[in-house]
């Protein structure tokens, strides 16, 4: 019993850690990103640029009021995926 939840602690915390935390992206240029050229980058854009980034990232890095990451919004955000 105590084995089964050691094992049991060590896949959650494997689990947890492989999906909360984001590893670093190769950041793309935010025109690239930008695909439909309206100077913001939405949800949908995001998640095609970066599958395999967590879904919480673009939340994260979404600060301020409009629809989508502003320049200066994604610009952050690729400063911390150093």
């Known amino acids: ?17 492989v999906s909360g935390a984001s ?29 395999s980034v967590s879904n919480g990232a673009f939340v994260k890095a979404h600060t301020g009021t409009g629809p989508g990451l502003s320049k200066a919004e994604y610009d ?3 400063a911390m995926q150093k």
Do not use: H
């Open 23 to 51: 590893a670093a992206a190769k950041v793309v240029d935010f025109a690239k990103v930008d695909t439909n050229k309206d100077g913001q980058i939405s949800e949908k854009e995001f998640k095609a640029a970066y599958p």
């Open 1 to 17: 019993m105590k084995s089964t939840l050691k094992l049991l602690s060590f896949v959650m915390l494997a689990t947890f850690t």
């Open 76 to 78: 952050a955000w690729a």
